[in-house]
DNA sequence: AAGCGCTTGTGAAGACACGCACAAATCGCG
DNA sequence: CGCGATTTGTGCGTGTCTTCACAAGCGCTT
């Protein structure tokens, strides 16, 4: 949350044109931007420009300018962005001026790591509660949270007004976890289990899968690999490390 | 990796037309596929359709037959694709054939249950070296792996080959270990610090922030409240529960 | 052997995203 | 007060990704 707004402020002290719908390639790069942010602010910067701000967010100036100007305009020519006024902007945006509350379900290896992930708290979400559905692990504390049956998910997730589920049990599991979720009303799921998860509509799903991020690397390792192996090969005009243009600049390798 | 085939044999049977160089989205999505073709062949399954297999893998039937044209046609009209020889397929062209080693650095909160998540080892990883900067935790043993210092990373990757490396550390550190990484001749990184890497090129950065996703979930729960809350826009209530499709539905058939 | 139903592979069109390049706006300075 | 340096905001061309729709191909049945 910004550290920019008194406590007791009112929560946009700026008017918002309503909720602008921003392109989904714009929503996934706002996050980056804010953290970002964040690190000018601690530095003391009070403005900062589109070309500085997208190189410490890994971006090129002009899509971070697009990506602002879909906000409304809150840059000045000739001087660049407000740095807090920005941060304000964008956690407006992304609906971070409210703390939500998270509910982790499967606290096995993976789980429990993710409840001990402070990264989560400092960027405004509060796990609210953790689940599992062995009994041997209910009742245990982490990071003073008592977890609690896989049953008690749907109960809880009502009376705590709980909008977001995170899942981290086995595939086999995931989709039963879902529905209980949806059950309890949470209508934005993070998935880290394997597998495709079965939603009504209105229900957003993300998924991660850590083993598909290594095959992906894996696929360009294979790649860089068999252009070096083979200059005879049919593309014979590669140089031996052609340092694959477009393909491997950070903007690329970063995005989603 | 392929239980279809003799582990004696040789790697690939079927010639293959070089490596055709596929579209970045066609490649992120070909593990989600080879995911579902191994559930498939574990339930007997010889053969697929296209429709099947891309319920399977969450995504339109179109999109899947595109993306497996790229590989080469490896199906046949009216019947379908062949489940193991697409697997053997997908395998080869993400460089799945041989199992690769991974380097894993920050044995903290995060790194510890990666160290232990068994997803890497069934899906063509092997850990092959933990590093971690606190003295304290170096020597530490975790699933039979001693944990090392991080000053030997550049020397033991550049020896045991390792040419992928995994960053949990946090973001203050990365960078660092970032540049040992490639110094060790590391030449694809799987960053789940939060910040940018800097890399030389030819090397391949993904990041992966856990915050990040559910801010973009947030997003979405702050754009759904906006809506409902403005009963006079366009769209009026969500139908109360949809309930799940129909019960015959591939995800269920393949019984993850 | 011919016909029929099913499924793949792909051309073409549309949607989306990206990056260049420049006009418009602002500040600081003489 | 005016001018030049700087930086934003954006129109536009380009390339990539997605989706539709259908012809071509395959096997099964009669």
């Known amino acids: 949350m910004?550290?920019?707004?008194?406590?007791?402020?009112?929560?946009?002290?700026?008017?918002?044109?309503?909720?602008?719908?921003?392109?989904?390639?714009?929503?996934?790069?706002?996050?980056?931007?804010?953290?970002?942010?964040?690190?000018?602010?601690?530095?003391?910067?009070?403005?900062?420009?589109?070309?500085?701000?997208?190189?410490?967010?890994?971006?090129?100036?002009?899509?971070?300018r697009k990506d602002l100007s879909h906000l409304g305009s809150y840059g000045t020519r000739g001087v660049g962005y407000d740095v807090a006024l920005l941060i304000d902007q964008i956690e407006y945006v992304l609906g971070l001026t409210q703390r939500r509350s998270v509910a982790?379900?499967?606290?096995?290896?993976?789980?429990h790591a993710l409840a001990g992930y402070d990264g989560f708290a400092t960027r405004g979400f509060r796990i609210a509660a953790l689940f599992d559905a062995d009994p041997v692990r209910v009742g245990e504390e982490i990071n003073g949270l008592v977890v609690q049956h896989v049953d008690e998910l749907s109960r809880v997730a009502t009376e705590e007004s709980i909008a977001i589920g995170v899942i981290a049990t086995p595939a086999a599991a995931a989709q039963r976890v879902a529905d209980r979720l949806v059950a309890g009303g949470v209508t934005s799921i993070l998935n880290f289990a394997p597998c495709v998860l079965t939603v009504p509509d209105g229900v957003d799903v993300r998924k991660v899968d850590l083993a598909i991020e290594l095959q992906i690397l894996s696929f360009h390792e294979h790649r860089k690999a068999s252009q070096t192996?083979?200059?005879?090969?049919?593309?014979?005009?590669?140089?031996?490390?052609?340092?694959?243009?477009?393909?491997?600049?950070?903007?690329?390798?970063?995005g989603t």
């Open 2 to 64: 910004s550290q920019h707004r008194p406590p007791g402020a009112p929560e946009r002290p700026v008017a918002v044109p309503a909720l602008p719908d921003l392109p989904e390639a714009t929503v996934a790069r706002l996050p980056e931007y804010l953290r970002a942010l964040h690190n000018l602010a601690e530095n003391g910067h009070e403005t900062v420009s589109s070309e500085w701000l997208a190189t410490a967010a890994g971006v090129n100036s002009a899509k971070l």
């Open 104 to 111: 982790l379900v499967g606290v096995g290896n993976l789980g």
């Open 229 to 254: 192996a083979l200059p005879a090969a049919g593309e014979a005009a590669l140089p031996p490390l052609p340092g694959n243009l477009a393909a491997t600049n950070p903007q690329e390798a970063i």
